[in-house]
C-alpha cells in the first residue's frame, strides 16, 4: 500500500481527511484503486476535490466555458458522430391515438396539455443518442486544453493545464493492450477523431492520437453532474451595454434578461477527478457522490460501515429512474453491457455475481414470479419450489415493455404530455398487468418493470389526472386511492430489492441513497397530496372590513400564522399512507440523517422536514376518523 500523499494533491480540498482516510492499492482486478486506511462510518467525508476540467455536455452557444463553440461545428461534430454510429433499434410503439372519429378529437380538451400537433419537440431529445453529445463535447473540450493559436488568440484560457495533468488517467490503450483495437466505442472515437481532426481548421494543429486518448480518459473516468444555471447577468459585451442602457427603465431586480429568475435551469455537466476516478466501480456502492456548486467540488460520502483495506467504491451508472441500465432500472446484464460499452470494463462486483433480484419472473412449475437470473452462470432457478426452468417474458417481450415504460416515462417525467399519451397511458398500462392478448405475458410482480408500470400509473391517478379533469371527478371514481396502492407497490419494490433484497440467499448490499432520491419522484405527489387534503384552508382566514371603501361593507381576506386545521385522513388512505410513512421516516430517512450528519445540503434537509411533517400529519389524521 501506499500513502496518498506520494502523490499530487493539489484538487483535493480535504487534505488531512483524505490522506487520514485512504491509501492506495495495487489490486489484482480493479487496478490502482482507493482503500479504507482505518475504520469509517456513514457520514464521514473521505473527500472533497475540484475537477481537473469541467466543461458543459450539451452547449448551446459560445461562452466561457464553451469559448470555440459554434452552430456550425457543434451541428458537424453531431453528424459526424452519428454517421459512426451503429443504428440503434427503436420501439415502434405508436404514441399517437388511432381514433377515426375526428369530431371527437375537437371536443377532447386536457386543460393544460397541448395538443402532439402544436407540441415543439425538444431539440436535445432529437439528436441524442449513445455517443452523442458526449463525444461531441469531450472533443469541444479539447480545445480549452489545447487552444489553437492561428485563430481566437482574443480568447483567455478560463484555466492553464500541465502537459501531466492527464497522465494519471487510466484508458484503453490499444498500443499497449491490442485488444481494445476491436472494440466498437473505441472504434466509434477514432474514426470520429481522425474525420474531425483532418477536415476542421480548428483542429489542424491537434494531435490525433492525443485527443483519442483524452475522449477514452473521459469516458473511462469522468462524472456526469447536474448542476444549476446560476448566471443572471449577461456577458457578451453588446447584451451589458443594453443592461446600461436600460437600467434606468428597468428595476436591477426586476428582470433576469431573458430568463425567469424562478425557474431553475439544469446544466448536465462533464467533471473529471484525478483522486475520484481511482474510486473502484460497486454496482452496490459504499460511497454516496454529490457535487456542490459553491465549493466547485466532488464530495464522497460513506453510506455504511467500512473496515480497514475495504476497497473504497462508487458507481459509474446513472441513479435515475430514466436510465436503464442504472442503479434503479434495467438487469444485471443491462448493466454490464452499459459499463463494457462505454467505461471498458466487465463488472464483477458483489451485486453482479450475486441473483439478478431485480429481474424476478414466472415459474412455470409453481406458477409464483419468483424464477430469478444468475447472469454469472446463465442459469435460472425458482425460490418457492427450487426447480431450474425455462423463464417466461424474457426475450423480446422483456425488452419490448421495457422500452415502452421508459418511452412514456420520458415524456411524461420531462413535460412532454399531450393529449393522446394522456388518453392511452392508463389502458395501455393496465394491459402490461393483465394482457387482453392471453398469449402475452403480463408484467411479473418482481421483476423491475412492475414497479415502473405501478409509479406510472400513479403520477396518473394522483397528479395527472385530476390536473386534467379536477380532483373532484378524480375522488369521485375513487383514483386517489387506486394511486396510493400503486404508490405503495412502487415504494415497496425500492424498499425489498433496490435497498436490499429480503432473500437469505441474497449476497450484496443495497443502494439506499438510489432508492430514496429516485423514489422521491413519486413520494413528494404523495406528501403533497396528503398535506393538501387534510388541511382546512378557510379555518384560519378572518376577514376585516376594507378601510378604502366602508360604505360597500366589502371585506378583505387577512391571513394569520397559525397552526393548520387538520381534517381526517380519507378511511380509505390510511393504511396504503401510514405505510409509505412508515417505510420512509423510519427505514430510509434514519440513514439519509447520517450520510448528511457532516455536509449539509439544504435540498436534502427540505426533503428530510418534508418527510418528517409528512409523517406527523399521517399519525395525527388517521387518528381523527
Known sequence: ????????????????????????????????????????????????????????????????????????????????????????????????????????????????YTSSEDEDEDPAAVVDSDFCPGVPAAILAYLDIHPPTHIYSKIKPQKSFQSDDFDFFYYPDADTEPQWADHKTYQLIRNVVYQVVST????????????????????????????????????????????????????????????????????????????????????????????????????????RPLEVGEVLSFSYLPEDDLSVGGLICGTTMDRRAKLEKFKFFTCSCESCVDWDWSRG???????????????????WKCFNCGNMNEPTFIGDRENSVSRVLMGFATRIYNNRIDQNILGMLEPYLFDLLNPADKEQVAVPKNHWTYSIVHSLLATYH????????????????????????????????????????????????????????????????????????TENKYANVTYEASDSEPDLKEEEEVEEHKEPVLVALPEKWVAPVTEISDIVSKEWIPLVKQVFRNHQSPVVEDMIQQIQEFAERVEKTSKLI
Open 200 to 303: 476542421q481548421p480548428l483542429y489542424s494543429h491537434v494531435d490525433a492520437t492525443d485527443l483519442i486518448n483524452f475522449v477514452l480518459k473521459i469516458y473511462s473516468n469522468a462524472h456526469t453532474v447536474a448542476l444549476p444555471r446560476a448566471r443572471e447577468l449577461p456577458t457578451h459585451s453588446h447584451k451589458r451595454f443594453r443592461r446600461e442602457k436600460y437600467k434606468d427603465k428597468f428595476e436591477e431586480n426586476d428582470t433576469c434578461w431573458g430568463e425567469d429568475k424562478e425557474e431553475l435551469v439544469i446544466t448536465p455537466t462533464i467533471a473529471l477527478l484525478r483522486w475520484g476516478s481511482k474510486m473502484a466501480h460497486s454496482c452496490t456502492p459504499n460511497l454516496f457522490l454529490r457535487f456542490e456548486p459553491a465549493r466547485n467540488a466532488m464530495v464522497f460520502t460513506v453510506i
Open 1 to 112: 500500500m501506499t500513502s496518498v500523499d506520494q502523490y499530487n494533491l493539489t484538487t483535493v480540498i480535504n487534505k488531512e481527511e483524505f490522506k487520514s482516510y485512504v491509501e492506495v492499492k495495487e489490486l489484482e482486478i480493479e487496478g490502482r484503486s482507493l482503500v479504507a486506511k482505518k475504520k469509517l462510518l456513514p457520514g464521514d467525508v473521505v473527500l472533497v476535490e475540484e475537477p481537473v476540467i469541467k466543461y458543459n455536455l450539451r452547449p448551446t452557444c459560445r461562452s466561457t466555458k464553451s469559448p470555440y463553440y459554434s452552430t456550425n461545428l457543434w451541428n458537424y461534430l453531431l453528424d459526424t458522430v452519428h454517421s459512426y454510429e451503429e443504428p440503434v433499434e427503436v420501439e415502434s410503439f405508436d404514441f399517437k391515438k388511432k381514433d377515426n372519429n375526428d369530431d371527437d378529437d375537437d371536443d377532447d380538451s386536457y386543460d393544460g
Open 462 to 533: 394522483l397528479l395527472l389526472f385530476p390536473k386534467a379533469f379536477g380532483k373532484g371527478l378524480a375522488s369521485r371514481l375513487e383514483l386517489f386511492e387506486k394511486g396510493l396502492q400503486e404508490a405503495l407497490t412502487y415504494i415497496h419494490f425500492f424498499h425489498d430489492t433496490i435497498v436490499a433484497h429480503r432473500n437469505s440467499e441474497s449476497k450484496s448490499h443495497g443502494n439506499p441513497m438510489a432508492a430514496f432520491f429516485a423514489g422521491w419522484r413519486i413520494l413528494h405527489i404523495v406528501i403533497d397530496l396528503v398535506m393538501d387534503t
Open 361 to 379: 419472473v414466472h415459474c412455470n412449475k409453481c406458477h409464483q414470479d419468483l424464477n430469478y437470473n444468475k447472469p454469472t452462470l446463465d442459469i
